[in-house]
């Protein structure tokens, strides 16, 4: 996360208890995407932004925000 000042990583990690280990890996990069962003928030945008598009496994992402309770 070496993209965001420190201010924006501390809240970012703040979040991190409330996901598996697995699965953090995976938010933690849509958090930091959707802030840096511009324009619409989707996984897309956001996979484009953090250099991901053409990752393999990118159902992935969009599972985290699925199974969300």
Do not use: C, D
Not at 38 to 56: A, D, E, F
């Amino acid at each position: 996360m070496s993209h965001l000042p420190i201010r924006f990583t501390t809240v970012i990690l703040s979040f991190a208890p409330l996901f598996l280990q697995r699965s953090w890996r995976h938010a933690e990069v849509l958090l930091t995407g959707a802030i840096l962003v511009p324009g619409q928030r989707t996984v897309t945008s956001i996979l484009r932004i953090m250099g991901l598009k053409q990752k393999r496994r990118f159902v992935n992402y969009h599972r985290v925000l699925n199974r969300a309770a």
